[in-house]
Each structure stands twice: as C-alpha cells, then as structure tokens.
C-alpha cells in the first residue's frame, strides 16, 4: 500500500485512544485544565458512570473569545510559553486534551475570562466544531461532555459497569483533591452529592491532615505519621500510616510530585522499601507524600496520561523517601494502628438475631488441658518496677496472666494488652541482630554438641556454598556428606533455638537469589529467618518477669508494633470500649 497521510478526524480519534480511556480519563483532563487555569474551587458532575454527561465547572482565569476557537484544535495551548519541555510548571501542556475528547463525544465549552463583560461558547460534536456564540456564565468555565463515544461506539464495549466507571471518576477527582488541597471540591454523580472538600488553610503539616482525613478516612488520621525530609534541591513532605495500617491494594497510597498525582514504579518501590518487612507480603501501607523537585530534575513528557515520570536522579530521590519513611516509623515505636482494637471488638458483636459464637472462637478455650499461669506475686515485678500500680502506667502496663502459653495479658490504667509473645520477641530478636550486625558484627557462641541438620542435597549445597557469609552473621556451618550440614557456632543472640527448621528456611532463601552475594543482598530477610528461628515460641510458658521485661523491651524497639511478617503484636482494646460491651457505658 502507498504512503498516505491520515485525515485530521481519524487523527483525533487515534490521539483520542491514547488519551481518553475512559470516561474517569476525561475528567482527569478537564479538571487539571481546572487547576492550570488557577481555579480556587472545581465541581465536578458525571451521570451515567460519565458516558452520558460529564460537567466541570471551575472559577478559574477563563477563555478569552478568540483563545476559545483554537482550544479545540490539535496541539494548541497556553501552558508552554518558552516551548521548553524541560521546564513544565503546569499539569497538562501537549493540548491534545479538548480536541481528543471531542473527536468522540458532543462537548461544550462556556468559558467568560477574568475581567470580561462576556461569556462565550462553543461546541464540537464528534469532530465537527460549531460556531462560537454569545453564552450567560460568570467568571471561569464550564465543560460539558455529553455521549462520551458515541462517535466511536466500538470502545463502549470495552467500558465497565457504571458503579465501576463511577468509583474510577470518583477516585480522580480524590487524587486530585488531595494534591490540591488548596482548591474547593465537589463531586455529584446522579442525584447526589458524594464528596464535597473545602479548600485547606496554607501548611500541609499543620492544616492538611483533616482534609486527607474526608479521602483516606478517619482511620488514617488516627494512625498517621508526619514526614518531612530534604536533601539539596530534593523535599517530601506529608503522612504515612502506620505499618499495622494496611490494605489488599494500593489505591490508599497517594503519591504527588510538584503537584501532579502519579502512579510511578520508582516511587512505588521506594514505598516498599521505606516500609520494608514491616507491611505483609500482598498488603499495602496507606500514606500521601509529596515531593517536590526541580521541573528539570524529572521529565513528564515520557506517557500520555502523565502519570509515570522518569527522573534525572532517580537513586537521590528513592533513598530520600525510603530514609524518610524510615525515620517517621521509627518514631511511632512500638505503637499499633487503632483499628486492631475495633476489628477485635467486632468480632466480639454480633447484629441481632446472630447466635453468639461459642468461647473458642475468641480464643478463650476450656483450659482444663492447659490453665492459665497465672502472675505469681506483686514481688515478682520488682526488677521492673517498684509495684503493681507503677508498672500499669507504661505504655503496654504490667503483665496479669498468659494465656494458652501464647498471648500475655497486661493492663495498663485505661485499657488492656494483649500481645502475642512469639511475633513481639521475633521482632525483638530482629532489631538487635540488625544493630549487632551494623554495629560490626554477631558474637558467636559454640556449641558443646555441634547440630547435625539433614537436608536434601540441593539446600545442603547452598548453605555450604555460603558458609562464608553465614560465619558473618554468626553462623559457622560446614558441609557433613552429601546431604547434610553440621552446626558447631550460632550467633549469642539466639541461643541454640530450632536449629533443624532455620537450617531448612535458610536454605530455602538462599533458594530466592542468585551468585555469590545472596546473603547480602538479601541481608534483612535472612537474618528475619534467624530470629523467627531464635526467639520466644507460642506455647512456651512465661514467668512475670520475663512477661514484663518483654513488655518493656517492646517499648523501647523501633517497629516492635508489628513482627517481622508484618502481622501485629498485640491488641489494645479501651477500657471504655469493654464496658460497653458490658452495658456499662
């Protein structure tokens, strides 16, 4: 076939497969027009999940009359004043937007600019552009978008159900919301009004975190930490939840730069790894960070819907976030997220006409097998603190009881504890193997009986392989036949513990990576393993001594609110919320 050129309406509509993916994709465009043209409050309106009228209406600067004929033709537009690419100070600049959407779809602009006396209007359907007229609007513009692919009726069969096209908007307009907190917000699809944001005082610290609070939820604005780091040019700022505070997606996680909101694989690996091992494989963190930088540090240019960014140095701002997340969590020590607590009285309730669950489902089985052990004297707290009265007023109280050899049962003055032993001495163990390790390296302690750990033949290679690795982090282990390995020195912060499973769990992470340098590039999760291996099993029986020294060994250990799998380590539940479960209150 011959070389031909395409014709301008087959044109728009390919730019329009590129930028108008659905309708949630037009309102993004329309509202960052919005917030470019300085507008202090945006009204958004979708019917029909937006294919049957999307509405933005702004307070913005405006268009003046002659501008509002060329807005709708092919890249034009008003944000590139030096036609610098490398300097992009606004949200949209390709103008590609208004035209693309209105190759498949009937749209309206109303647009009076600031200091006019009169407003205008112009409409497109379909490609074929009308002609411009006098319109009755105040300051800004309004846009309508009506039969959103009607021109193009193929894409209707790849659109999803309204309630999904609906929440896809509602979830735009949010993101932009809260990388603008500065502008007024609304949001009405069908009849109703379902989100409506007033604009926030200057001071993201300070004044932003009730506004993040009506997006992400009152729960985040419980359990958020503040972030703040610079580094050069380099600056976040904003509010990171809790590591117990976690989702099935990543939908809770808002990430802005310079302004824009984005969906960018740097920033979200930087997300993983500021939170680390603190957060369950498969589970997010919720948070919103801001970053700003340079226009010419980063370049926006590199996808239609900007979204995915590509930085000029990109290592300088992963370490920045993942050192600042790493600091604000570190900070919160061993605190839980609030909601542990209202998940654990839940379970607790039952609506009416629900049978009550029998005693074992909360974990308070007959203990004629296994009874409870009870503390035994006040005297016993002593090393501790001076009395029983003293001791409830740290953080996580003064131990009372365990529980199936599992779980200490502690009371502080306004509420009561219970912590899993296990999870909260695992990641005790954790925290102090990373410092030793920091700190110059693991002591070791030989064994009188050296362990020999049958193995297949496989693992029992690869942990000889790394024999030399593993003697520095205080594991001496050679190889014993083909098919085994032998013990003889194991770090002193472990003691001898079950030396058989951590064996088979190590060489099952050294089984995760490749070359030589597997245990250093997998430093963290190894020595995870080591203290899952080397601490305070479920089931082993406590004294009040060791209860209430682990009780305060938590309130002194970063990131003691959550084991090393990221599952919590204890549950605090108000001693107001028990009494109502009493009809006390």
Known sequence: MAIRQLPPNLINRIAAGEVVERPASVVKELV????????????????????SLIRVTDDGSGIDRDDLVLAVERHATSKLKDDDLSHILTLGFRGEALPSIAAVARLTIMSRARGADQAHEISVDGGRKGQLKPAAIGEGTRIEVRDLFYATPARLKFMKSERAETAAIADVVKRLALANPEIAFSLSTGDRATLRLEPCPPGLLDHGLARLGRILGEEFVTDALTVRAARGSLAVEGFAGLATLHRPNSLGQHLVVNGRPVRDKLLAGAVRGGYGDLVPNGRHPMLALFLTLPPDEVDVNVHPAKTELRFRDAQAVRALIVTALHEALGSAQHRATASLSEQALSRMTRPAGV???????????D???APLAPISTPSALTHVSADDDSAVAFPLGAARAQVHDTFIIAETENSLVIVDQHAAH?????????KAF??????????????????DAEAAERLAGAAADLERLGLVVEAFGQSAVIVREVPALLGQG??????????????????????????????????????VRAGRRLNAIEMNALLRDMEETPFSGQCNHGRPTYVELKLADIEKLFQRR
Do not use: W
Request: aromatic letters at 4%.
């Open 32 to 51: 960052e027009n919005a917030i470019d043209a300085g507008a202090s409050r945006i009204d958004v309106v979708a019917h029909g999940g937006g294919l």
């Open 355 to 365: 049978s009550m669950p029998n005693r074992q489902a909360f974990g308070f089985a």
């Open 367 to 369: 203990r004629a097998q």
């Open 426 to 434: 695992e990641r005790l163990v954790y925290e102090r193997l990373k």
């Open 438 to 455: 920091a700190n110059g390296g693991l002591s070791r302690q030989m064994l009188l009986i050296p362990e020999v750990v049958e193995l």
């Open 498 to 535: 079950n030396l058989q499973g951590l064996m088979r769990d190590l060489a099952d992470e050294l089984a995760e990576g490749e070359g030589s340098l597997v245990v250093s590039e997998r430093l963290d999760h190894v020595l995870s393993t080591m203290a899952c291996h080397g601490s």
